[in-house]
């Protein structure tokens, strides 16, 4: 796995500094940058795989820089920002930021968020890299990415929605890997934000995942394939091998 590439946007020089030391020490390459200019040649010159992006950066507006980069790039940004009052948080979200951090922060908390972001990022990269061009198998069941076709074991063609087939590849894309409710609304687009989802949304993943049992489970009240994870979300249970279409 490609050790991640950190663009730390801050012009307080102490501020910059400390927090691109602690982050290289906790297994990141951690890139300095003060200005909108310096942040556009470390993307113009390499993989940059999360900004941190302070909000006041002398006579530059760290919203603004936001975004425009959110407008040509889908590179994570976490703002950070003494400015934590509710209003001020959403105008970050509003402007495409994937989270937002207050100062003063405890450098723990800093790095837990940044592993947040980027764990999310990766998922859902892997997802667009293999959900259009594979045919995956779990159990018997055969889901054929290129035609969209779903196959029981005993090879009788199950129709699903476009909502549930949307789920299944989401879940065959990240097998015994427990997912939020967010996570999976992220790739379902289910509020059209990447931000968070609320009651009404998550009830909607419930009812989802409830419709996609009922057509994949051999009991669908005592699930074995499309498992509850107690406190987090829901998780695939089962092994699932990919092949090329």
């Known amino acids: ?19 691109t ?3 290289r020490q906790n297994g990141t390459i951690a890139l300095p940058s003060a200005t909108e200019t310096e ?4 993307l113009d010159g390499g993989r940059v795989d999360l900004i941190l992006l302070d909000v006041m950066l002398g006579d530059e507006n760290g919203l603004e820089i936001c975004r425009r980069l959110r407008q040509e790039q889908d590179v994570p940004i976490i703002m950070v920002s003494a400015l934590s009052a509710d209003h001020q948080r959403m105008e970050g979200y509003a402007v495409g ?7 003063p922060f405890n450098p723990e908390l800093l790095l837990a968020r940044v592993r947040a972001v980027l764990s999310r990022t990766r998922r859902s990269a892997s997802l667009v890299h293999r959900r259009n061009t594979k045919t995956f198998q779990f159990c018997g069941w055969t889901y054929d990415a290129k035609s969209g076709e779903v196959l029981s074991p005993a090879q009788v063609q199950v129709a699903l929605s476009h909502r549930e087939t949307a789920l299944l590849q989401v879940l065959l894309a990240n097998p015994h890997i427990p997912l939020t409710r967010e996570e999976i609304a992220t790739n379902l687009d289910v509020t059209g934000q990447a931000q968070s989802i609320g009651e009404a949304s998550g009830r909607a993943i419930d009812v989802l995942v409830g419709r996609l049992r009922n057509k994949i489970e051999r009991t669908p009240k005592d699930p074995q394939i499309l498992k509850t994870e107690r406190g987090v979300g829901y998780v695939f249970a089962v092994d699932v091998a990919v092949s090329d279409s």
């Not at 946007?9 to 400390?18: A, C, E, W």
């Open 97 to 103: 930021a994937d989270d937002y951090i207050a100062k």
């Open 21 to 23: 030391q602690f982050l």
């Open 39 to 42: 942040v556009r040649n470390h």
């Open 1 to 19: 796995m490609a050790i991640p590439r950190i663009l730390v946007v801050d012009d307080d020089p102490d501020m910059r500094q400390m927090m």
